[in-house]
């Protein structure tokens, strides 16, 4: 059966997915017939765990079991208690990235089991393993991690045959990025990335929530920050009060914010809190934030040797571009109107979906230009370099380069006659090692000299895939060289990504005893409800169980190739025959 490889982008706040379908990419739409989910996770008592509109809705009234905007934490060791319990943030990922990829699977009828989820392309490596993790923790196959930006442009550009220079200006929930690129004939070259990890629509609805307790301190003497008790539902709607109403600020000159009750007044009678916001009064609380996006956006034009007239097109993308201020801002910074024909919400999945041609496109379909596959080139994020004796880190390759490169510095001993040099690698902006920077070290032997006449070549090799790199270090008296290969350092070792993976599948699985009549080999095994019949026969082979020829029975029945472990109708505790 053919296998359809679903396009995800995990978001801080909104998550979507899509696939190619008739040679379109396509959104899919969740088991709630919604076109985004809400990145949130509701740990019901139990084994349950609810993901996206109904979690959201849940928050008020679970606050302790209900867990939002996860993305921001992927890469660090932030962790989320839920009960006795404590989660990494790849485990709380997962359940979106699994709910995303079980609800398309239903949906288009297929196994989908492959998938490429995009990060904002600032993310570091540590951050990029993490959402890895977490697709592989959802028992997903991950075939990529595209950056965001590049998806845009992938989702706007694919039919493009003339080269264009692009520049996405993504604001989002909670992160902001840009990045140029160049595009065209199926080529997408990003020239150069910029952006802020910590900005977002997230930050604006918390502005608005300062400005409405000040208001209401003002008016009413009441401090909600500090009233006691009883007070989440309060600071919830509070929150959800701040969003609808700059929501309804990028539609609308002014919005009414409405808290119907505050507290009750000497005489029992509830006081509730009404303030009309003129959207001139919101532009002006929320400019810093705007004015903040200029600075990285300059940046990617310089770093791209650009100038903003050089841009053919300007790509708005994230929910918080519909903000009219923000769409005016960028039309002011180019003197120019920006695209209009996409949905900033919608378009990365769609250009994730896009990226599932890169190596998906079969022979035949090339040869009779069905569809053409997509050739993305990409560039390192984040300097990276060695430390050397000053203290400082020396750069080897900087921020932007275009990948697959190789590229070699030469070093010299900083000690007399010293017969060892440790070479120590970072990843970062700036000139001193940054906390969460490290990458490795390694040392090699050299020939003593006195002080700075060694030379030590220092080579850093990156492949298509991020994360890898290769370091050599080579003295050129000695000859001596070492290679050693760095990997993004992923938080999550393999024995713990292995629990998390359990605990999910246990979670989804369902389990049951295998026999095989012939041998009586039992096997006590889970069952991945997305997966096909066939796929359980791949993997029971491969156990040992089963041998060729041999099929496997529930009840009697002889259970199908082509079905999926979910329509069979298989429960939890049941035996499955292999005769
Ligand atoms: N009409 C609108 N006006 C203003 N803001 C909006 C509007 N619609 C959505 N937003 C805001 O956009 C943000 C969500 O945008 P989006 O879904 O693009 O983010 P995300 O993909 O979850 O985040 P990120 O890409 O940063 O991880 C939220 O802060 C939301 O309040
Ligand atoms: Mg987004």
Partial sequence: MQREVIGIDFGT???????????????????????????????????????????????????????????RHMGTDHEVRIGNESYPPEYVAAHIIKKLVSDAEKRIGTPAPDVIITVPAYFMDSQRQAVKDAGEIAGLNVRGILNEPTAAALAFGFQEDDERKI??????????????????????????TSGDNHLGG????????????????????????????????????????????????????????????????????????????????????IYDFIERTRKPMQQALDDAALHPDEIDDILLVGGTTYIPAVQEFVRDFFGKEPEHR?????????????????????EKERSEGIRRPVEISDVISRSIGVSV????????????????????????????????????????ESLYPEEDGYLGEFWIDIEPKPV?????????????????????????????????????????????????????????????????????DILNYYLNPSASIGDVRKDLMKKGILSEGMSIFYDDEELDDKTLVRDTGIEDGSALELR
């Fill in 13 to 71: 706040t909104n998550s979507g997915a899509a696939f190619i379908e008739f040679d379109e990419p396509t959104i899919i739409e969740n088991s709630e017939n919604e076109r985004v989910t809400p990145s949130v996770v509701y740990f019901k008592d139990g084994k349950d765990v609810v993901v996206g509109s109904a979690a959201k809705r849940n928050t008020i009234a679970n606050p302790d079991r209900t867990v939002a905007s996860i993305k």
């Fill in 167 to 192: 520049l996405v200006y993504d604001f989002g929930g909670g992160t902001f990025d840009v990045s140029v690129l160049t595009i065209g004939g199926g080529f997408f070259d990003v020239d150069a």
């Fill in 202 to 285: 997230d930050d604006i609805d918390s502005r608005l929530e300062e400005f409405i307790v000040d208001k209401i301190k003002e008016k009413h003497k009441i401090d909600l920050t500090k009233k006691k008790g009883g007070n989440r539902a309060l600071l919830q709607s509070l929150r959800e009060e701040a969003e609808r109403v700059k929501i309804q600020l990028s539609d609308k000159e002014r919005a009414t914010i409405h808290l119907p009750y505050l507290s009750k007044n000497g005489r029992g009678t509830p006081i509730a809190f009404s303030y009309t916001l003129t959207r001139q009064e919101f532009n002006e609380l």
């Fill in 342 to 362: 996409i949905d900033p919400i919608e378009v990365v999945s769609l250009g994730a979906a896009v990226a599932t041609l890169k190596d998906g496109v079969k």
């Fill in 389 to 428: 004796a000053d203290g400082t880190v020396s750069k080897i390759i900087t921020r932007n380069t275009k990948i697959p490169i190789t590229q070699t510095k030469p070093f010299t001993n900083a000690g007399d006659y010293v017969d060892e040099v440790i070479i120590e690698v970072h990843q970062g």
């Fill in 452 to 520: 700075g006449e060694s030379r030590i070549d220092v080579t850093f090799e990156i492949g298509e895939e991020f994360g890898i790199l290769h370091v050599t270090a080579k003295d050129h008296d000695s000859g001596n060289e070492r290679t050693v290969k760095m990997e993004a350092v992923g938080r999550l070792t393999k024995g713990k990504k292995n629990k998390w993976m359990r605990k999910m599948l246990k979670t989804h699985a369902i389990e049951v005893i295998v026999e095989n009549i012939d041998t009586r």
